[in-house]
Every structure is written in C-alpha cells, then in structure tokens.
C-alpha cells in the first residue's frame, strides 16, 4: 500500500524540463507577492490607509502577484501530459466538493455564534485538500507504481 | 484494456523514461498504461503505434 516511498520521484526529460519552467514562473509570483505583501504592510504602518479612494489600490496590491501565480499556473496546466491532467482534475474536483461542504457547514455554525473566518481560509481549505487527496491517491497507488 | 507496450519498449532496448521522452509524455504516463492503470487517448495511442510501426489493435486489446 505504500508505494509513495518506493520510487516516487522518478521522472525523465519531459516532466524535469515542465518542472523547472514552472518552478521559474511560480518562484517569481511567489517573490512578488512577498514582496508586495511587506511593502503593503509598511506603507500601512507608515501612512494609515484607513480611508481614502487609495486604501483600495493598496489593498489589492499582492493580487497582481497572485494572477501571476495563477498564469504560472495555468501554464503549467497546459504543459502537462493527459494522464497528469487527469490527475489534477480529478484531485482538484474532491477537494473542491470537500471545500463546499466544510465551508458551507462553517457558514452554518457562523449563524450560532462561531467565530466569523476571513475568506483567506477558503484557498487554505482547497489547497489543504488538494494535498490531502492528491497524497492519499499516491498511497493506495492510484495512477503511480 | 491490455497492451505489449512493456514488451515492445523492453524489445527496443528502451527505459520507461526513454519512451516517456519518444512521446512526450511522464514516465509516469507510461507506466500507468503498461501496468493497465491507465488507457490512452486516441491521439496518444497513434503515436504508440506509429513509434513502433503498428497497429493499434496489434498494440492493444480490450
């Protein structure tokens, strides 16, 4: 059952050259979002953007990392051979029903007095699953040797 | 499905990885097909066939 220790990261030509061009791509929308995210929060510090047309703009800032992250992404998707595709379709469509049920069943509970969650948690939900699934898939040796 | 790709890849001398990059596909890929985890598309089922100069149905059956 636990094939995941046995040769897991055996890949060949193909996958190592998608998988540097997409560290490349995802490492600099990871740099930029750091980046952006501290510089946020010094000019928050520095300037109190409590109101003003401009708390908006500042706000949003890190996003244009993140759509970056996301086209790294999106690359990367489309790079990918059919049977990796696959697999991300199908680890990507439990997390994401997971993702519904979690959330949905902590909006409820909000509305009896549970503490209120930002929406940062719902990618931390579906992101946490996608890895959850995708692993556990690897164990029982679902497309992997 | 059933297939002799292992059995044709190993005839050619070639590693999985070696097919995998002929194809441009994962090593992954191509071991999920021959230990019958996963079947192919059309499109890379020809591009089986034509690498080793055969027939799909010669390749693989049901």
Avoid at chain 1, 4 to 28: H, L
């Amino acid at each position: 059952m636990f094939r995941f220790w046995k040769n897991a990261s055996s890949t060949n030509a193909f996958e190592r050259e998608n998988n540097k061009k997409y560290r490349w791509e995802m490492g600099v929308g990871m740099l930029l979002y750091f980046i952006l995210t501290v510089a946020q929060g010094w000019s928050y510090h520095l300037w109190q953007w409590d109101e003003g047309p401009w708390r908006v703009a500042v706000a949003l800032a890190p996003m244009t990392a993140i759509l970056l992250c996301v086209w790294a992404g999106w690359r990367m998707y489309r790079r990918v051979d059919e049977l990796q595709r696959r697999i991300i379709n199908e680890d990507m469509t439990v997390a994401a029903f997971g993702t519904a049920v979690i959330t949905f069943g902590y909006g409820f509970l909000e509305q009896v007095g549970f503490p209120r969650l930002s929406m940062f948690w719902v990618w931390g939900v579906l992101g946490s699953l996608w890895i959850i699934v995708h692993w556990a898939n690897r164990l029982i040796g679902r497309y992997h040797p | 499905m059933n297939n002799a790709l292992r059995e044709l890849r190993k005839d050619e001398g070639w590693s999985q990885a070696d097919l995998a990059d002929r194809l441009d596909v994962s090593r992954q890929t191509v071991n999920a097909i021959e230990t019958g985890k996963y079947d192919p598309s059309l499109p890379l089922a020809f591009k089986i066939a034509g690498l080793f100069g055969k027939r799909i149905e010669d390749i693989f059956s049901p």
